[in-house]
């Protein structure tokens, strides 16, 4: 690599870094009056996916004990966020469950997330969308490749192209 090429990359890095840091300031966002710990947060999501996935699969996919997910389990049981139920075919089994509750805060979350975004890009005039529109689709093409080489399955609906 060049050292012209080093000097965009930090500067690129830079820019998304300060963006990143502008968003963390943005008090709209209902992230940051739910009271939950990342791994909670991470927990809401991948239920999303994987909703009444049984609790030894969810340890592998956060890297957590059996225990420490148990902990993480009962806070959000707690909050009414998710359930567990016994797998009907062996009783040994724990399956954890997206409740209405969870599926209403995330949605929230992410709504939120939205309407900021939003906000941001309509302060863009049509040139620079588009531009922005392709540099995305790059990136994605990017993010895309690397995560097939490092051998991560990507659901069929992340893998199809955004393009209209």
């Known amino acids: 690599?060049?050292?012209?090429?080093?000097?965009?990359?930090?500067?690129v890095m830079t820019a998304e870094q300060r963006l990143r840091t502008l968003f963390a300031y943005d008090r709209t966002n209902r992230i940051f009056s739910v009271n939950l710990t990342m791994q909670q947060l991470k927990v809401l999501i991948l239920l999303t996916r994987h909703d009444g996935i049984p609790s030894q699969e969810l340890t592998r996919h956060l890297g957590v004990t059996l225990a420490t997910l148990s902990?993480?389990?009962?806070?959000?049981?707690?909050?009414?966020?998710?359930?567990?139920t016994e797998d009907p075919h062996d009783r040994r089994i724990?399956?954890?469950?997206?409740?209405?509750?969870?599926?209403?805060?995330?949605?929230?979350?992410m709504d939120s997330g939205n309407r900021a975004q939003?906000?941001?890009?309509q302060r863009l005039d049509d040139e620079?969308?588009?531009?922005?529109?392709?540099?995305?689709?790059r990136l994605l093409d990017a993010a895309r490749a690397d995560a097939l080489e490092q051998g991560i399955e990507i659901?069929?609906?992340?893998a199809t192209s955004l393009e209209v």
């Open 1 to 11: 690599m060049t050292i012209h090429r080093n000097a965009l990359l930090l500067r």
């Open 155 to 158: 659901p069929d609906d992340e």
């Open 94 to 109: 724990r399956r954890i469950h997206l409740s209405p509750a969870g599926r209403e805060v995330l949605t929230e979350i």
């Open 71 to 84: 902990g993480i389990v009962d806070r959000l049981v707690a909050h009414g966020y998710v359930t567990r």
């Open 118 to 121: 939003q906000r941001l890009l």
């Open 128 to 137: 620079t969308l588009l531009m922005l529109e392709a540099v995305l689709l």
